[in-house]
């Protein structure tokens, strides 16, 4: 036996969901945007909060230990980070993406285990349920729903925005664009530019609203369509951000066939998600939301770069090359020829 | 808005129950007892661990980026510490304690928000039953638990038997003793010293087995009793480790006297588990204990090293110190004056 290694290492990851869940319940409660109104003591967040008195100290303390939040003489306020980033009444919101891991994916992957051994999504499809589908259907949780995608997309436009050359090209066109959150941050940096985003039709009014709230409805405008069942609209560059992963192999190339299709010679699809580097043993966050896809998706997975550049190869398009977003994230660029 | 700031550590933490999902099943899969016995590629870990093909190499490259495995030429292998940990029939096995996190307290901890609001547990009491009466009826699961204990209380029983000066003392009994991890270690390290473990009666015979394992039998003895109906065993040292904890301040207090009137004048109390810090910012796996508390116990919750040495003072105790242990872990020692 090696005296030098201890189990800690393996212990504290086996464990680490304790921590995750306690920042989920503190998003589901609404602590840091209760806390964006100013510091408060343990007592006070207890009863505003209606917190049981037993483990509210607790609860507060581990948030302080993990940095979520600050404390001074006994009083607690968010952290720099989480009162930009979780206070419900700031257009920077983030916790929609936090609410939806909190009611659904932390209960769905209790089953991990049965999804390794069968293969089968273990989210609503259980009980013949869509949750896409049930989200469309509903306009106000679908707004919060695609208002926490654009929170989690703003690093990622930021980085697109500054690394891509805008300036080759006329119009953009973000496919499964959501709120718009890619194509407004392009069109503010790049007076030149003009397009949208394509999504399903129950999206139009939702883009709509958040394009005009940055003084941008003439230049960008929302296209509604399903990217199955119609072409896609044209553009000198097309996007697909986290989309791909969803779907099985014979999707994702029918995809990047349609986009080929849609583009003129010369333009440019540009993929973007957590992709998976080639060596398949850095991007932990990539090869997990493959874990998620397995979880969420009859067939979806995650892919490395290598892999997004051969099947752009195969459709057809040429110099393609992989460049490093936000954080876990990169994109992947294709050309068509002229 | 600052454009130094990036949602990405809340995302991480808030996601972290992925990874920690994906190394709970892979205990509870057996990857890591399999591949104990030599390499193995991704397709015969399918066949052999009975896996689905779609996301077997998804899930084992997770566990390579997290550490957990090792991967050359597309083989796969344990990392040194998973080896020695995470192997069923290593006698140094410590994923019995990650057994029973993914069947139990990863659903249990689904419910955190509903224990912060009304304070009550959230594991089996909430359907009437209670984990440790079942388990204690249940020889072999017992048997498996308390070795479970044994792996997570090697670390600190290897420090505390460096650190506290066993010399001056010639007995030793350990209260909750699980298979006698602590008095096993102490004894081994000095030969002048004997006693041994006080548990219920079900846990003697699995004590009493580990403890012949290592030639201790003829200093070692099981001592059956139940900590709350029972006057505690005498010894110029008592050692109560993870137990506190799991108790209200009344029943800690009770506990305390009950070890202050077991000990001779001059012996000493032994108190260790993840105490937290005194300024409560720093432990953060202590304060999540807490939270654990909560969802496991009734009135139970964790505490500060300055919280146990007043309340220890309070019983009589004096020259009340704490002293680091393994990881997360300290101890606090209370001398009963002569």
């Given at each position: 036996m090696d005296e030098h290694l201890t189990p800690e290492s393996?212990?504290?990851?086996?464990?680490g969901f304790w921590a995750s869940k306690a920042l989920l319940s503190a998003v589901e409660i609404g602590v840091f945007t209760h806390l964006a109104?100013?510091?408060?003591?343990?007592?006070?967040?207890?009863?505003?909060?209606e917190l049981h008195p037993r483990a509210t100290k607790d609860f507060l303390d581990t948030l302080v230990s993990v940095g979520m939040l600050e404390r001074t003489d006994g009083k607690y306020r968010n952290a720099a980070a989480t009162d930009l980033f979780l206070d419900?009444?700031?257009p920077s919101y983030v916790g929609g993406m936090l609410e939806m891991a909190n009611a659904r994916l932390y209960p769905f992957w209790?089953?991990?285990?049965?999804?390794l051994k069968t293969g089968h999504p273990q989210n609503e499809a259980k009980v013949g349920e869509n949750f896409f589908t049930a989200l469309y259907e509903d306009a106000d949780r679908l707004e919060q729903f695609l208002h926490a995608m654009t929170g989690i997309s703003m690093g990622d436009a930021h980085v697109l925005a500054d690394k891509f050359p805008w300036d080759r090209?006329?119009?953009?066109?973000?496919?499964?664009?959501?709120?718009?959150?890619?194509p407004v941050q392009v069109a503010t940096r790049y007076p030149h530019l003009s397009g949208g985003g394509f999504d399903l039709p129950p999206a139009g009014s939702i883009f709509e609203?958040?394009?005009?709230?940055?003084?941008?409805?003439?230049?960008?405008?929302?296209?509604p369509g399903d990217f199955f069942?119609?072409?896609?609209?044209?553009?000198?560059?097309?996007v697909m951000g986290h989309l791909l992963h969803d779907w099985s192999l014979d999707e994702k190339l029918l995809l990047l066939r349609k986009a080929y299709d849609a583009l003129p010679g010369g333009g440019a699809l540009i993929v973007y998600e957590s992709i998976i580097d080639d060596d398949r043993r850095s991007n932990t966050f990539g090869l997990l939301m493959s874990l998620n896809m397995l979880i969420e998706t009859q067939d979806g997975f995650d892919y490395t770069g290598a892999d997004c550049q051969s099947w752009m190869s195969e459709v057809?398009?040429?110099d393609t090359y992989v460049e490093a977003l936000a954080g876990p994230d990169s994109m992947v660029v294709g050309i068509k020829p002229s």
């Open positions: 393996i212990l504290h990851l086996g464990l109104n100013g510091p408060r003591d343990d007592e006070e967040i207890c009863v505003d909060l419900r009444n700031k209790g089953s991990l285990t049965e999804a090209y006329e119009t953009v066109i973000d496919i499964g664009t959501a709120e718009g959150c890619v609203k958040y394009v005009a709230s940055f003084g941008l409805a003439d230049r960008l405008r929302f296209y069942s119609d072409p896609l609209p044209s553009a000198d560059v097309l057809g398009f040429r």
